[in-house]
């Protein structure tokens, strides 16, 4: 999943950037399940069957609707390039590993530091809001935090209430469809998905 969201900041093809979308979302459809297996209830089972319908299916047929729809193939890019991305990538890697970091690796109910990775998974999508100037980087930016946010709880053990899951994914789900109608105003609009476009509204 962290490798996922590096090679988001990376492709530059949408279809591609779906693609690696719906993979993060499998693994987190996985470890739902794999978690499942120890207390199984009807709210995880419907949880789970809603993860998979809204981030694997549901999602990925909204953002390749509004790619055709548009007759997108690539993103817009990121505000920093190539080089420096990386660059900040392994920072934001690294600094997991800081001594104000430290006790959060106890929390991993499986070796240590395991939990580092999906918290480099979150500061690395947080990365990619911010350095997206695409609005599909940023939506995808959005929703590999949450997959990441969801990872970690799993990792670190912590009880999740499946109805509290269901919910998140049905806002999930609702706010997919409010993103991408707004996604067709703003290129119906401006001709471009790119966000920093949105200046000429002050202007």
Same mark, same amino acid.
């Given at each position: 999943?962290?490798?996922?969201?590096?090679?988001? @900041?990376?492709?530059?093809?949408?279809?591609?950037?779906?693609?690696?979308?719906?993979?993060?979302? +499998?693994?987190?459809?996985?470890?739902?399940?794999? =978690?499942?297996?120890?207390?199984?209830?009807?709210?995880?089972?419907?949880?789970?069957?809603?993860?998979?319908?809204?981030?694997?299916?549901? +999602?990925?047929?909204?953002?390749? =609707?509004?790619? !055709? !729809?548009?007759?997108?193939?690539?993103?817009?890019?990121?505000?920093?390039?190539?080089?420096?991305?990386? &660059?900040?990538?392994?920072?934001?890697?690294?600094?997991?590993?800081? @001594?104000?970091? !430290?006790?959060?690796? &106890?929390?991993?109910?499986? @070796?240590?530091?395991?939990?580092?990775?999906?918290?480099?998974?979150?500061?690395? =999508?947080?990365?990619?809001?911010?350095? #997206?100037?695409?609005? &599909?980087?940023?939506?995808?930016?959005?929703?590999?935090?949450?997959? #990441?946010?969801?990872?970690?709880?799993?990792?670190?053990?912590?009880?999740?209430?499946?109805?509290?899951?269901?919910?998140?994914?049905?806002?999930?789900?609702?706010?997919?469809?409010?993103?991408?109608?707004?996604?067709?105003?703003?290129? !119906?609009?401006? #001709?471009?998905?790119?966000? =920093?476009?949105?200046?000429?509204?002050?202007?």
């Amino acid at each position: 999943m962290f490798i996922s969201v590096v090679l988001l @900041h990376l492709i530059k093809r949408g279809s591609t950037a779906i693609v690696l979308y719906v993979f993060q979302s +499998a693994l987190i459809a996985l470890l739902l399940i794999l =978690s499942s297996f120890d207390h199984p209830t009807f709210l995880l089972g419907c949880a789970i069957v809603a993860t998979i319908a809204v981030k694997m299916i549901a +999602a990925p047929y909204f953002f390749s =609707s509004l790619l !055709k !729809k548009h007759n997108l193939k690539f993103l817009v890019g990121n505000y920093f390039n190539v080089p420096v991305t990386l &660059l900040i990538i392994t920072a934001l890697a690294a600094l997991t590993r800081a @001594h104000i970091f !430290k006790d959060l690796a &106890l929390l991993g109910v499986l @070796h240590a530091d395991f939990l580092l990775i999906p918290f480099a998974t979150i500061l690395v =999508s947080l990365f990619l809001i911010i350095n #997206g100037r695409g609005a &599909l980087s940023q939506m995808l930016g959005i929703l590999s935090l949450e997959n #990441g946010i969801v990872s970690f709880a799993l990792f670190a053990g912590l009880e999740q209430n499946p109805g509290f899951q269901l919910g998140i994914t049905i806002n999930i789900f609702i706010w997919i469809m409010m993103v991408s109608v707004l996604a067709s105003l703003i290129f !119906k609009h401006h #001709g471009s998905l790119d966000v =920093s476009a949105m200046k000429r509204l002050i202007e």
